[in-house]
């Protein structure tokens, strides 16, 4: 097998975007998102809608990131496709394309995890983090920290025992009256205002994370408070949003910075879609100054779901020689 100008299309449909990248030795050439409307009046991600979404999408998708690639099909070497987590539906969606494509183009197949590629999604742009490194993955379903002593190496040391940190971030704002996913709108509000309300602290011990009681107390402060002024949400809503965000992003700091001392690593990643938070970059930003940390966050397109990062990680499965048959199936968990 040649080493020289591999060129993998990846697919990623384990929730609500249906994303296709392509990447050539190395470099993406293609990152396309399709995101899904049709769950926003339901205040979440509704699976069936979800698969249904992604068998319209995927081809569209494909096309365009083939075109903005410049390439023909004949010269890929791989196809990628997220195997787990996820919602079985829409991982199905992507597998069966996957596969597909794999056996018309006569070329292998890579399974890859999501939460593993979103830790690689840091090794498509400069800078690169040096191993071992700490990555806190936050995205709505999953809050972890871990350390990543090489490429394929981790061990988990912290995490979330009920909510993830993006669920906590769209509960509240469900609360607030806000659409789904209310996370990036929390942020958007939380930077025209100011914090001034204080909800109970998590108290979870080691470094593992809490939300659901942060999560109730922000519920009874809001009941409470709508009885004696029934406007007080939209009378409140950047000091709301601004207060519970900064709740949030204490509670990840505080296990963070723990972590930190706790295994003397200061090369410190973020990954997840509330990578994208600009309240916890600030404080990442922050604590680089004040604990000399090295941190790295990557570009806002490589934070949230995508398919570039599903092309990072089996860019570095070819090369470990990690293929799989088309018998490989895909895995909620
Ligand atoms: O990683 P991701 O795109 O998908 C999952 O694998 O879950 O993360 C999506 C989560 C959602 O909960 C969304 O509300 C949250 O990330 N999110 C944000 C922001 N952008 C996305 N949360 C807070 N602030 C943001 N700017
Ligand atoms: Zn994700």
């Given at each position: 097998m040649s080493l020289t100008n591999i060129t993998i299309l990846a697919i990623e449909s384990s929730c609500d975007d249906t994303a296709v990248s392509i990447i050539k030795n190395g470099k993406i050439l293609s990152n396309v998102v399709a995101g899904q409307k049709v769950h926003e009046q339901y205040g979440g991600v509704v699976p069936e809608l979800a698969s249904r979404a992604h068998q319209a999408n995927i081809v569209p998708v494909l096309d365009v990131a083939v075109k903005q690639a410049n390439i023909?099909?004949?010269?890929?070497n791989a196809i990628a496709f997220t195997q787990?987590?996820?919602?079985i539906g829409s991982l199905m969606v992507g597998c069966s394309f996957a596969k597909s494509l794999a056996q018309t183009l006569n070329i292998p197949l890579i399974a890859v995890n999501h939460m593993q590629a979103h830790v690689l999604a840091?090794?498509?742009?400069?800078?690169k983090p040096a191993f071992p490194f700490l990555c806190l993955t936050v995205s709505g379903g999953h809050t972890q920290i871990a350390i990543f002593k090489n490429y394929f190496e981790s061990e988990i040391i912290g995490k979330t025992i009920d909510d993830a940190a993006g669920e906590a971030f769209d509960k509240a704002a469900k609360m607030l009256?806000?659409?789904?996913?209310?996370g990036p709108l929390i942020d958007k509000y939380a930077q025209q205002g100011n914090v001034v309300y204080e909800f109970a602290k998590p108290n979870i011990p080691e470094l593992d994370y809490s939300f659901s009681g942060l999560k109730t107390s922000f519920l009874y402060f809001l009941k409470n408070e709508m009885a004696k002024n029934e406007n007080f949400i939209n009378d409140n809503r950047d000091n709301l949003c601004a207060s519970i965000q900064h709740s949030i992003v204490t509670h990840l700091m505080k296990k963070l910075v723990l972590a930190s001392k706790q295994t003397g690593i200061k090369n410190i990643a973020l990954a997840g879609?509330?990578?994208?938070n600009s309240g916890l970059r600030k404080a990442i930003e922050d604590a680089e100054k004040k604990h000399q940390w090295k941190t790295f966050i990557p570009a806002f397109e490589y934070c949230t779901d995508n398919a570039a990062m599903i092309a990072m990680t089996a860019h570095y499965k070819y090369f470990n020689n990690e293929f799989e048959s088309l018998e490989v199936a895909p895995s909620a968990r």
């Open positions: 023909q099909l004949s010269e890929l787990n987590p996820g919602l840091h090794f498509i742009d400069e800078p009256s806000l659409p789904y996913p209310g879609g509330v990578s994208a």
